[in-house]
């Protein structure tokens, strides 16, 4: 089983994944008790397995981007169970976990379909990128201010769904037709699954010594010109 811990956001969120998919989550939407559930919710679900954490296989972490103390708090108790228990560590992009969990909720997924998971930054900036119908990236993730011509490059063929906390803030200034915006998505360690799985069996593992979350602190907000559509 693979303990996979999620606190990018509002969202504190612990699963126990398998091969045959989540065995069991435990929720809390307050980030100003991240710090104190965070242990709470992983021992409820280690007990209710009747595991111990040395009978892990590996620990997942959602490492952003995200919130700066969510990240540090979830990356932080990743990587104190992991190295206490001698086990791998797994980090995965919140944005692509996002994608994932909106992919699996939606039916009649179709080629023509980008998928722009948004993440509130701060004032009209977010943290973003885009996939394809697959979950494959097509634009790299960045912190951008959204402005009305904010991705005039996707041909408008493309209908772009946006969703996460950032999106709501985003509606009324994206001027771009064949949009839709997806209220109420909330994200889950359980969007985690698939991802961390196949970390596992490909043994793509983070260095529990000197792994750090992925701030996108360095990144200046910008305006997105590049046309990555060609």
């Known amino acids: 089983m693979i303990l996979c811990i999620e606190t990018a956001t509002?969202?504190?969120?612990?699963?126990?994944?398998?091969?045959?998919?989540?065995?069991?989550?435990?929720?809390?939407?307050?980030?100003?008790?991240?710090?104190?559930?965070?242990?709470?919710?992983?021992?409820?679900?280690?007990?209710?397995?009747?595991?111990?954490?040395?009978?892990?296989?590996?620990?997942?972490?959602s490492k952003g981007p995200g919130s700066y103390t969510g990240l540090r708090i979830g990356?932080?108790?990743?990587?104190?169970?992991?190295?206490?228990?001698?086990?791998?560590?797994?980090?995965?992009?919140?944005?692509?976990?996002?994608?994932?969990?909106?992919i699996a909720s939606m039916q009649n997924i179709d080629e023509q379909i980008v998928f722009c998971p948004m993440i509130?930054?701060?004032?009209?900036?977010?943290?973003?990128?885009?996939?394809?119908?697959?979950?494959?990236?097509?634009k790299e993730i960045s912190a951008d201010i959204i402005t009305e011509s904010s991705f005039e490059t996707v041909p408008e063929k493309y209908r772009i769904v946006f969703f996460g906390?950032?999106?709501?803030?985003?509606?009324?200034?994206?001027?771009?037709q064949n949009v839709e915006f997806i209220d109420g998505f909330s994200l889950s360690a359980a969007f985690m699954h698939r991802l961390a799985t196949d970390a596992v069996a490909h043994k793509r593992f983070e260095d529990v010594a000197y792994f750090e979350p992925f701030y996108l602190k360095d990144f200046v907000a910008t305006t997105q010109r590049k046309n990555i559509f060609g």
Request: overall charge neutral.
């Open 10 to 61: 509002d969202v504190c969120s612990v699963a126990l994944c398998s091969e045959d998919g989540v065995l069991m989550v435990r929720e809390s939407t307050d980030r100003r008790l991240h710090a104190s559930m965070l242990t709470v919710h992983i021992g409820e679900l280690l007990s209710e397995a009747g595991i111990t954490a040395v009978q892990l296989e590996a620990v997942a972490v």
């Open 75 to 102: 990356v932080s108790a990743a990587k104190g169970i992991a190295y206490g228990a001698s086990l791998p560590l797994a980090g995965i992009e919140t944005t692509l976990s996002m994608t994932m969990g909106m």
């Open 120 to 138: 509130d930054a701060r004032r009209m900036e977010v943290y973003n990128a885009l996939y394809d119908y697959s979950g494959k990236q097509i």
């Open 165 to 176: 906390n950032g999106a709501a803030k985003c509606r009324n200034i994206i001027k771009r």
